[in-house]
């Protein structure tokens, strides 16, 4: 399986992103996608997931009302759409595949991209 993410870049505070993830060689109908980030110095911090099965959606409290994930079932592609964004959402933003039992722990997860940058600054 071969995750790519797509979408980062530099944004001012309050701006909006929409980030990609797009997969090949695994079929997102049997997985659940979770979306991670990552800041400079800090470990990797689960940012939220969908289960593909029910369409049920997961995040962590800092991006609650902020960050929406969805995916449309004819793409094999999920969205992290951002907005609001604050200078503490600048981080790299992995997406990741799996099976978890908790979708915020990182090792609950079997694929994951390389990830893209998100800069949020004015």
């Given at each position: 399986?071969?995750?790519?993410?797509?979408?980062?870049?530099?944004?001012?505070?309050?701006?909006?992103?929409?980030?990609?993830?797009?997969?090949?060689?695994l079929?997102?109908?049997?997985?659940?996608?979770?979306?991670?980030?990552?800041?400079?110095?800090?470990?990797?911090?689960?940012?939220?997931?969908?289960?593909?099965?029910?369409?049920?959606?997961?995040?962590a409290?800092?991006?609650?009302?902020?960050?929406?994930?969805?995916?449309?079932?004819?793409?094999?592609t999920?969205?992290?759409?951002?907005?609001?964004l604050?200078?503490?959402?600048?981080?790299?933003y992995?997406?990741?595949v799996?099976?978890?039992?908790?979708?915020?722990?990182?090792?609950?997860?079997?694929y994951?991209?390389?990830?893209?940058?998100?800069?949020v600054?004015?």
């Amino acid at each position: 399986g071969h995750l790519v993410e797509s979408g980062g870049g530099l944004v001012k505070p309050g701006g909006s992103l929409r980030l990609s993830c797009a997969a090949s060689g695994l079929n997102l109908d049997y997985y659940a996608i979770g979306w991670f980030r990552q800041a400079p110095g800090k470990g990797r911090e689960g940012v939220g997931c969908i289960k593909s099965f029910d369409g049920s959606t997961f995040y962590a409290n800092s991006v609650k009302g902020r960050f929406t994930i969805s995916r449309i079932n004819a793409e094999n592609t999920v969205y992290l759409q951002m907005t609001s964004l604050k200078p503490e959402d600048t981080a790299v933003y992995y997406c990741a595949v799996g099976h978890p039992t908790v979708w915020a722990i990182p090792d609950e997860y079997d694929y994951w991209g390389k990830g893209t940058q998100v800069d949020v600054s004015s």
